[in-house]
């Protein structure tokens, strides 16, 4: 066992860790960017572009992750796009992650006192200046906490790319123990452990910061 | 359809073990014991940042290697009860705290026991500051039941993946999975909302 535990852990760390950590930093930086955008967005009050973006954070929110998963990779090439693996977890990952993104960065500005805005346009700001340079600056410090916890709800989440043949960290131990099963309790624990090292101390820096912020 | 009744049994089997999971470490972890204390919050951390698969696939495979045979439904709700308690460990936690010390004072006070106190007094008003949050862990596990097709066709996604394998048209039938799902999750928001207004009444 010893032998080919060592040589199972090797592959996991020199092969599925980095795309575990791929497929998770792609996606949380396509959630910020995408809930940035979707956030700011509904600031405007605009009728039609508010209920086009409800629609889809309670779409993306109210379905199931693996489902959205299967959907990318093995429903949209019937329907003319295809996409590899890591790309389809990516994609997965990230709509399911701006979603969630633009409820934290629509809580965050509304955080911010109305008066700022006022102040802003009193200056003679437009809206896009008032809102790069006086709302965000100061909604960004309480983004920070919610987001590193869907940092770490990401890095959680990469796992279901395992079920779309991903060659993450789970999936390279679920092929290593086909031929040798007496490595299941080894290999998953030595997982565990993993995850728990890169989700622990972004969850508790991101409690941390929250209480100081509170 | 009838992996769509699956799905909702193991979803309230599921919200009856988060909750015992939740109500009891919560406990701990706010208990004057330091043994308690740091079991709890060990347990709470450890499961909830890292990823319920991982651990579906523990309860169901890695147990089978030591001769524990858990049927694929039974560990897989073990797992999900497991990871969504620890966030609910977490969040009654908080609701626990929230709740004013002149309560505790008052009902010791009163020749309450601790029990009592936790039971009658701390706890129905920690579960009424903690209901929006704790919902939102009750959805997730409905929606996470979905994992439990990584390791058998059980639940509705499990005898989707199946269907797909022998008919081979994919993306409406994922469409028709995404819609059982978010009914299901718009009924269950809907419940949890009610139940906020109604317990609304007795609060601050």
Known sequence: MNANYLAAIREVLVQGLPVTLEVSIAAILIAIGGGVVLGVLRTLHN??????????VELLRGIPLLVLMFFVFFGLPQLGFHFAEVPSAI??????????????VRGAILSISAG???????????????????????????????????FVATVESSSLAALIGVKDIVEIVRLRVENDPALWIPLLLSILLIYFFINYPVSIASQKLEKRLA | MWGGFWTLEITLTGIVGVLIVGIVGAAMRTSKSALARVLATAF????????????????????????????????????????????????????????????????????????????????????????????????????????????GTIEITGIANDIIAIKLSSAELYLTLGAFYLI?????????????????????
Do not use: H
């Open chain 1, 47 to 56: 009728r039609a572009l508010d209920a086009l973006i409800i629609a889809y």
């Open chain 2, 184 to 204: 299901c999750v718009f009924i269950m928001s809907s419940l949890i909302r009610y139940a906020e207004r109604r317990l609304a009444r007795y609060g601050s």
């Open chain 2, 44 to 151: 709470a951390e450890f499961f909830r940042n890292t990823p319920p698969l991982v651990w579906i696939y523990f309860f169901f495979f890695a147990l089978l290697g030591i001769g524990i045979k858990l049927p694929a439904v039974v560990a897989g709700t073990l797992a999900l009860v497991f990871y969504q308690g620890a966030i609910a460990i977490e969040i009654l936690r908080a609701g626990i705290e929230a709740v004013a010390p002149g309560q505790v004072e008052a009902a010791s006070a009163l020749g309450l026991s601790p029990l009592q106190q936790f039971t009658s007094i701390v706890l129905p008003q920690a579960f009424r500051i903690s209901l929006p949050a704790l919902g939102n862990n009750l959805i997730s596990l409905l929606k996470n039941t979905s994992l439990i097709s990584a390791i």
């Open chain 1, 91 to 104: 994609i997965a990952l990230g709509l399911w992650g701006a979603a969630n993104g633009a409820e934290i």
């Open chain 1, 116 to 150: 700022q805005a006022q102040a802003g346009a009193a200056l003679g700001l437009s809206w896009f200046q008032v809102m790069v340079t006086v709302i965000l600056p100061q909604a960004v410090r309480r983004m920070i906490p919610p987001f590193m916890s869907l």
